[in-house]
Structure formats: C-alpha cells, structure tokens
C-alpha cells in the first residue's frame, strides 16, 4: 500500500515538472521576434524524449545579457580609393542601317580635314550601297570636278606662257649675261624690263604651280584618311575591293596597282595634265620625270585603297588633258590658241648635263657677285668709323706748311 502511494507521488511529480502547459513564449532577438508554442511532453519515466510533440522549432539564438552593442571604429580599415571618372568608359557601337559600325565608334571621322574626308567616303557608302572602291572612285571624281576651273586657269596660263616665251627666253638670256659679266645695272634693268613684260602680257609662272599647290593638301588629306581607315582597321573593307584586290586594308600581292600609278604618274607629267610646262622649270623637270621612279620601291607598301585613289586621280588628269584638246571645248573655254614658232626656244633642247652645267656656272656667279657686294659693304662700312687713310704727300691740316708754300708762290 505505501508502496502504490509512493509511486503514485512520484508520478504526479515528474508530471508537475516535465509537463509545461499549453502558452506561447516569445523569444527576443536583436534582428526578429520568434514564437515557439510547446506542448506536454509524455509522463513516461524512462522514455519521455520518444513521446514529446514539438510544434515550434526556434531558429534564432537569444538576446544577449551584454546591452552595450559593439561599435566598429570608422578608422580601422582604409577604404579602397573611389574609380576615377576617366577611367569609366561607356563602349557604346554604334551601328549604320546594314549593320555595319560607324567611323565614330572605332575612333575615325572627326572634324579635322582627315576626319572630314571619312565622313564624306562614309556618307557615299551608307547612302549608295555601293562598295568601298566605287567609293574612293567616286569620292575622286567629286574632287577632280570641285579642281576643274583651277585647272583650265592653268592651262590658260600656261598656253599664254608658251606663246611669249621666245621674247622671256631672250630677255633672260640677256639678264644672265649682265649677271655674269658683273654689270649690276644692266642686270636689274634686263630684270625690270622682263617683269614688266610678263605684267602686260598678264603672264606668270607661279600660276602654273597653283594646281599642284592646291592638290597637295587634298592628296594628304585623302592619303592620311584612307591610311587611317587601313590601319583601324575599317573591317567592311576587307571584303570592299575589286578582281584581284579585294582587300583594300594590305598592299596588292601582285604589285599591279603600283606599278600602274607610277606609269599613270610619268604620263601626267610629261604631258602636263596639271596646267605644268616643263619646258619653262628648268632643272626642276627632271625632278619631276624622275619622281614616279623614285617613290615606286615606297608604293608597293601602301594600303589598296590609298594606292586605288592615286591611280583614280592620275586617270582623271589624263581624261581632263583629253578633253580640253576638244576643239569645241576649248571655245567654249575661250582657251587661247597655242602659237607654233618656227624655230625652237633657245634652251629647251639643251640635254641634262648641259642644264646642270649652266645652272651650277650661274650659281657660282651669284656666289661671286654675293661675296664682292660684301666686301664692299664691309669695306664702306669701316670707311665711315675709322681713321683717315693718308691719301697726300703732306698734312693739310698744318697751316705752317701751306702758309710756306703760298710764299712761294707769290
């Protein structure tokens, strides 16, 4: 009996301690509130883990008993440096309508006379739908005809010229002779009369050279334009050339093109397409006939498309030359007509060796002519701050010695 009583207060123990009633308990945190709702666990003595019911699981830890929160010094670490607004970059490509990227995007076509050149090319491109070969052709015809009064100016100048020349021969041959004879006067006045003569015959040299110093800054333009777009390089002309040059971007495998401007160049030379005689240059033509040789071995290195330029541009000349040998192009030019002189200007069937020697005789003329006008300058020049050099067999400026010799005479 007192057995079942002891066991019977034991049990109701156990229960009184293990047993927590059905309430919620809420668990503080520093981030999040957690409920937890427990319920009686079983009343067995020896296996009460087996029987419990868990209806609510907490997932966080609780709150610390420490109500000082840890604070981190500002100036324990340093911070990375900010990324400088330079070096954030926004790659943008832009892209025309079929696709291919703007001259802008790859860093071509500014504002200078090189990028405006891109953007013209690249304008006939887009527009046209044409490739890039037909482009430059285009691009230098364009040119050639913005050039054309230019070049009927110098031709006009140039006829004029050859029609006096046999009167401007004579006159420099006169000129030439006073220079080295060492008649100063004679020389200036043969020069005078000379530029007299050309201003009423409204006749100049320079004018010949008017073409090629307006077609130097177009060629550079176009060479550094297209150089530039070669070496970018612009990918839609990789596949934008023609027959045997299809790739515009390297020098031809073949050497054609080079050796086709060269031969193209020569021919516009000699034949004057420019509005240039060389019969009037002197030593200078042969400069000139020997330039497309000269430059021949630099051209196979070029890019196609500078190369497809050059070759267009000298075409051009030669077409223009053509065309204004047309009578009926001449006239309505009001070109004068060209005098045929029965006997040749003295000088202009002089070879190479007779041109060089004449002008390195004339050049140590001059040099002579130079050093004597020195020399006398130098010499007026000390004549004016030195002493007097005695010229007389006695001294003016003593009066005993003329007084002596009015005494005589008397």
Known sequence: MFTRASAIVCRRTLLRTNVISQEVITCRHIHLNSQIKRTPRSS??????????????????????????????????????????????????????????????????????????????????????????????????CVRIIIFPLVVKAQKNMIKLSNHMPVITQMQQRMTEARQ???????????????????????????????????????????LALRGMANAPVESLKH???????????????????????????????????????????????????????????????????????????????IQTGLLKVPYIRKALDMPIRIKHASPVAGSNRNFVEEFRESW????????????????????SAAGKGPIIKTFKYDPTKQKGQSTILTKNR
């Open 44 to 141: 067995s003595l020896f296996n009460l883990h087996k029987n419990c019911r868990i209806t609510g699981i907490p997932l966080v830890r609780y709150a610390s008993t420490n109500e000082t929160p840890s604070q981190k010094s500002p100036y324990d670490e340093i911070p990375d440096p900010p990324t400088p607004l330079e070096d954030i970059v926004e790659n943008i490509v832009k892209v025309h309508s079929n696709g291919e990227p703007t001259l802008e995007s790859i860093g071509l076509a500014g504002y200078t006379p090189v990028g405006l050149v891109q953007k013209f090319l690249e304008f006939m491109h887009i527009s046209l739908d044409i490739p890039w070969w037909t482009t430059i052709v285009i691009g230098t015809i």
């Open 181 to 223: 004879s060492g008649d100063q006067y004679e020389s200036a006045r043969a020069a005078t009369e000379l530029m007299q003569y050309m201003k009423k015959s409204d006749v100049s040299v320079l004018r010949n050279f008017i073409v090629p110093l307006v077609q130097a800054p177009v060629f550079l333009s176009f060479f």
């Open 240 to 318: 934008g050339g023609f027959w045997w040059l299809q790739d515009l971007t390297i020098h031809d495998p073949y050497y054609i093109m080079p050796i086709v401007t060269s031969v193209t160049m020569y021919i516009t030379i000699e034949l004057g397409a420019d509005g240039t005689d060389l019969k009037t240059m002197g030593m200078l033509r042969y400069v000139l006939r020997a330039l497309p040789f000269v430059i021949l071995p630099f051209m196979i290195h070029f890019p196609g498309a500078i190369l497809t330029y050059w070759a267009s541009a000298n075409f051009i000349s030669l």
């Open 361 to 380: 005789t004339n050049m140590k003329i001059s040099k002579q002519l130079a050093a004597r006008e020195r020399a006398d300058a130098i010499q007026f």
